[in-house]
Structures are given as C-alpha cells and as structure tokens.
C-alpha cells in the first residue's frame, strides 16, 4: 500500500486536531492518507501501510495511555522494523518525557523514525500548532 496512516488516541481532542492537521499535510505532500482512532485498528492493519504517524498524548505519569494506545503500541513494537513511523501528541503539564521515552522504544524496534524526535504540543494546538502539525505531515510525506 503506498498510502500512510494516521493512528490517534485522544481523550480531549488535543490529539485528534494535530491528527487531522498532519493528515492534511500528508495529503499536501501528494500522498494519500487514512485517519484512524486507534480502537479501530489493529497492529497487523497498520503495518500494511507505507508509513504511519502514531499520535497519544501524554498520560498516567508521563507515559502513553494504557488501556488502548500502549497495549497496541507494545504488539506494534515486533513489527516496525525498517518501517517509517512518525509519532506526535499533546500534553499537559510534563516536560515531554512520555515523548523522549516512545522514541526510545521506536528506535530500539528499528523503526525509521522521522525527524528523530516526535511532535508535542502543549494542550490544544493554537493556529501555530496546527501550521507545524501540517509542516510535520507534508515532510513525512516526502521521507
Ligand atoms: C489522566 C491524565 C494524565 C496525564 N498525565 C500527563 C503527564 O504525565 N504529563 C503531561 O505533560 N501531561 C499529562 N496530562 C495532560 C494531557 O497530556 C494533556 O491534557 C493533553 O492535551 C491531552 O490530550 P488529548 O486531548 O489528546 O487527550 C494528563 C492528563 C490526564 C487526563
């Protein structure tokens, strides 16, 4: 499949905005694009697609929600190696730690990871958040 998707958890819509902000930069980079809620997927569908953005916001204590995001996460984690993945999310009050450690843990499944760092944003992205999402989508459109 030479298209990419876009796998959110979001509890608030922080998440899901930046979600559809890079959506609409992939597709501006000439790529087709899905969106997904995680709860709509599985980890064996993901990795059909060319390259994927996961996004999950920062929760518990700086780590990525537990009950949806990470379980998935963790079986994706034996079947990203040489895949092109993109993560972002929101959050609160941290100092972007749940981040530093998700890339950690992409990098050591061998994932290609764009940008080597991931996107946060604090809270809800205000018109200069959604302009970075879509920057970042349009780049990992072209990776
Ligand atoms: C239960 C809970 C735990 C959270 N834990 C953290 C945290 O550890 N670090 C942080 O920076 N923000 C934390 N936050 C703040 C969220 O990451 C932040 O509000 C984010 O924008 C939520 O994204 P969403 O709207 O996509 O759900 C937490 C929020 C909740 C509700």
């Known amino acids: ?11 608030t819509g922080n998440t899901e905005q ?9 597709r501006e980079g000439g790529m087709e694009v899905d969106v997904l809620n995680v709860a709509d997927t599985t980890p064996a569908d ?3 697609y060319a390259k994927i953005a996961l996004g999950c916001p ?3 204590a700086e780590v990525l929600e537990e009950t949806e995001f990470d379980p998935f996460f ?3 984690e034996s079947k990203i190696s040489g895949l092109k ?3 972002f999310g929101s959050y609160g009050w941290g100092d972007g730690q749940w981040m530093r450690d998700w890339v950690q843990r992409t990098n050591d499944a061998n994932a290609v990871i764009y940008t080597d760092e991931g996107l946060i944003i604090n809270e ?3 018109d200069d958040g959604i ?6 989508g349009k780049g990992f459109a072209a990776f």
């Open 131 to 136: 302009a970075k999402c879509k920057e970042f």
């Open 124 to 126: 809800t992205p205000d």
């Open 18 to 26: 930046m979600a559809n902000a890079i959506a609409d930069g992939i």
């Open 1 to 11: 499949m030479s298209k990419a998707a876009v796998i959110f958890w979001s509890q």
């Open 74 to 76: 963790t079986e994706l």
């Open 46 to 48: 993901a990795v059909k």
């Open 85 to 87: 993945v993109a993560l």
């Open 58 to 60: 920062a929760m518990g």
